[in-house]
């Protein structure tokens, strides 16, 4: 964030901050405060608990300030490097929980949050930066891991950081006064923390879900409850089509008994005339996974259709599809870009979802190979493939390393290979077989530049040299960042 393109953002990112992002959430601000009871902490957590008055000295990765305590390094969350604050540290056995009481001097970097329950519900780890602050947090945490390879380029941010998922949930419930709640999961628990709109949802989203919950009392529809097994609604996941305006809606309930389904659709309909398509997903499990298998389309055509760089996606309930579209496009011309297609290689899309970058890729290159662990993604990325009339793309459906290896052991060769893995990263036998097919160019997307940089590691041992890291904020307002990397064989 030295650099002129950066510092040039500087007054525009404070203005958005300002103006546009929370302009809905106005006049809720006054609403903001710590949890500063430490009894309900004590209840919460049990065991015994202090307050102190610490200083932050830094940020983690996930974007807790540090402070040093009796010797100790301990982190919590919602505090800035150079604040001070009073923190109640509880320990439990061996675990020492954090929490701010107050902050005493807030830092320059502190936006006010509008909210807060966005302290408590863990998808918005770094809202209270402001989005300037944030941009140089990740950047800080790129250069760094990403320092053995080479200077990052500055990271590419969105211009306005708020409102951008195109996939949105909440969680149905109720509470001690038996009203009808939804909201988020507090972090690691099943508690519902009440919330009406989220700062990184789609407006539309969170509007039809607020009509959805305003609906329940009067068509009896009781939400469900995990302990006892009763009541009906459990989730409501609103996609939306940022680009096609297409809503999908989907109640996610316990059973497939939907009394008064017809008249629900009418209503909810009339209050929202841009829904184009619902649905009811039946889910029964006990675990975490919000949809479950069974499903049936209430209105419309089950899916709705986006379009990303020019090509365009069908998107049912369970289909993986990018959550941030906007920055999605800046990253993957990025990525078409770092892979310098002429129109006659041979691209290995690894890790290919439903076969977004390949498809895209598909329009410079000779011919494309996607490979994909998902049943329902490779399903969806032929079928996305017919869509857009693309002939030179063939997708699998297999694990990356074994298809790699595969390849190698036939010698077939490839020119490109960009690889997109989950948090977890690559692995020896996916990276090993790069080594062996050779292709001139690695392009490496990740949403978890810790285990990129291992990855990236490996290849540069076994005949790879850096050319270009490429930071992108796919997620403001979260820690995560993403980060694409182009890797050129040392001797093409
Ligand atoms: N490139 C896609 C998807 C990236 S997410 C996009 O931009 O939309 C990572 C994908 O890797 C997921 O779809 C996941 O199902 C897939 N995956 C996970 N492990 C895999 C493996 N061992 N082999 C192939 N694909 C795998």
Redesign the pocket.
Known sequence: MTNRKNKGSKKSVKKQNKHKGKQALQGSKKKHKFNTNPNTHRKRHGGKSVTAEVTCSGLTNEGKGIFLWEGKELEVENLLPGETAEVIISRKGRFTKTEIKRVINSSEDRDIPPHSYYYESGGCQIHHMSYEAQARFKQKTIDKLMKPFGKPEPIITMDHPYDYRNKNTMTFGLNKKRQVICGLYAPNTHQIIPMERSLIHDPKADEIIQTIKGMMNSFKMQPYNEDTGRGFLRHVLVRVGKNSGEIMVVLVAASSMFKGKNNFVKALRKAHPGITTMLLNVNNRSDSMVLGEQEKVLFGKGTITDTLCGLEFQISAKS???INPIQ?EKL?TKAIEMAELTGEETVI??????G??GLVASQKAGKVIG????KG?VRDAIRNSKRNGVKNARFYQ????EYMVQMAARGEHADVVIL???RSGS?QAFLSSVTKLKPERVVY?S?NPETQARDMKYLIKNGYKVEEIQPVDMFPQTAHVECVSQLILKDS
Do not use: K, M, S
């Open positions: 993986f599809y990018q999605t993957y899309d690894a890790y290919c979802g439903i977004t970058i490979i994909e662990l998902n993604a297999g694990d990356a390393g997109d893995p989950p692995d997307v949403c």
